[in-house]
C-alpha cells in the first residue's frame, strides 16, 4: 500500500524558513514525478513545485526564489526548503507521486497533507 507521509509544517514568523519532507513508501520511487501542492482555506489546491525522475524542477511563480524542491532517491524522500515565507503561503502543504504510462493512465498518490502557518 502506497503511503506519503509529510513532516515538518508548524508556525513561523514572515521571513523564516521551513523545510518538509515527504517520506514515500511507494516501489520505483524514483520513476515518479514528486510535487508539492498547497490549500488555502477557502481555496483550491494549487502546484507549489514539482520534480521529475530527471531532476527537472518546477514552480509556481509565487514561490520562485523562494522555494526549492529536491528529492533523494536513496531514501524515498522529496523535501521542500521554504525561505522568505510570507503570511500568504499560509496552507495546509500535501506531497504527491504521479507516474504517467504512455497509454495515458497514471497513478497518482497523495499525502495526507501538514499544516503550515506563517504569521505577520
Known amino acids: 500500500q502506497v503511503q506519503l507521509v509529510e513532516s515538518g509544517g508548524g508556525l513561523v514568523h514572515s521571513g523564516g524558513c521551513l523545510r518538509l519532507s515527504c517520506a514515500a513508501s511507494i516501489i520505483d520511487f524514483s520513476i515518479y514525478t514528486m510535487g508539492w501542492y498547497r490549500q488555502a482555506h477557502g481555496n483550491q489546491r494549487e502546484l507549489v513545485a514539482t520534480i521529475t525522475s530527471a531532476d527537472i524542477s518546477n514552480y509556481a511563480d509565487s514561490v520562485k526564489g523562494r522555494f526549492f524542491i529536491s528529492r533523494d532517491n536513496a531514501n524515498n524522500s522529496v523535501f521542500l526548503q521554504m525561505n522568505s515565507l510570507k503570511s500568504e503561503d499560509t496552507a495546509v502543504y500535501y506531497c504527491?507521486?504521479?507516474?504517467?504510462?504512455?497509454?495515458?493512465?497514471?497513478?497518482?498518490?497523495w499525502g495526507q497533507g501538514t499544516q503550515v502557518t506563517v504569521s505577520s
Open positions: 504527491n507521486a504521479v507516474y504517467f504510462f504512455e497509454s495515458g493512465h497514471r497513478l497518482n498518490y
